[in-house]
């Protein structure tokens, strides 16, 4: 979480500290300031204003992006509103792909806008969740809306989303992964099983956040039932997860179509 992020609006001096990020307009365009983006344009109210400031993710945005070569394929699984998105874009280049999933409305307007603003070329976008499969399921927006965080839930969601399996994704023409950064608060077991064939057949890097003792637990047992070995990251429900004989990144590009 970034130093915007952590100011407290219930306190005086929180409020005094946020006073001047509450006056820029939300759909003011806005260069970000720091970090691995620097430079990128961004909605100041697509998100937190840590987002722009540069210090949202900071540590796992640089090593993320360390994953990405030039001409790699990436899938941005729970993309959000495009941080991971658009800098996934920037790493591979005018020869790479990236794949940005994301379900809820409202982020899918403002991960377009980000990507618009831009004037990015290289990324398509699924308007679904990733899941173990195809269908429609029920969505929970999360309490923070600033944040515009969500999960599918089995029933009493507001909002009903499609749902797909990124093995069915890649079957169908769409390039496969050298590396999915991956954070769909919940779901990442659902996701993982609905991209087994994948899993196996490829090992893309997984850039990897679980949320649930139990999630993580049964993340863990699939992946290391596929011969994958495991970074933790900033805490111990962040995971980078790689082949043990290697991520095969070089030989997944040269054997990925384009879309």
């Known amino acids: 979480m970034g130093l915007a992020s952590r100011i407290s ?9 946020r006073l001047p990020l509450r006056l820029i307009p939300k759909s003011a365009e806005v260069g970000i ?9 961004w909605i100041a109210g697509s998100s937190t ?7 949202h993710e900071r540590d ?44 809820f409305p409202r982020n899918l307007r403002m991960l377009r806008r980000n990507l618009a603003i831009n004037h990015i070329a290289n990324t398509f976008i699924v308007e679904a969740a990733a899941s173990n499969a195809r269908g429609v399921a029920h969505f929970q927006e999360g309490p ?14 507001e ?3 499609a749902t797909v399996r990124i093995d069915d994704l890649v079957a169908s023409g769409y390039p496969a992964p ?9 779901g990442e077991g659902e996701a993982l099983l609905g991209m087994q064939d994948t899993l196996r057949s490829l090992h893309p890097a997984i850039f990897l956040a679980t949320h649930g003792e139990q999630v993580h637990a049964a993340c863990v047992t699939l992946l290391e ?35």
Not at 33 to 41: K, N, V
Not at 144 to 157: C, I, Q, R, V, Y
Not at 178 to 183: G, I, P, R, S, T
């Open 9 to 17: 609006g219930q306190t005086a001096v929180g409020r005094l500290l």
């Open 225 to 259: 039932s596929m011969g994958y070995t495991f970074e933790v990251l900033g805490s111990p429900d962040e995971l980078l997860a790689t082949a043990k004989w290697g991520s095969g990144r070089q030989r997944l590009r040269r054997s990925s179509g384009s879309r």
């Open 60 to 103: 796992k945005l640089s090593r993320f992006g360390s994953l990405v070569d030039p001409g790699a394929v990436v899938y941005d699984v729970g993309a959000h509103v495009g941080q991971y998105t658009l800098l996934a874009s920037q790493r591979v280049g005018s020869d790479g792909r990236v794949l940005a999933i994301e379900p």
């Open 33 to 41: 300031i720091s970090g691995p983006l620097r430079g990128t344009r």
């Open 159 to 161: 909002i009903e989303v």
């Open 178 to 186: 050298n590396v999915v950064k991956m954070d769909i608060e919940g």
């Open 49 to 55: 204003h840590g987002c722009w400031t540069g210090s």
């Open 144 to 157: 923070d809306t600033e944040a515009s965080m969500g999960h599918l839930t089995e029933a009493g969601g």
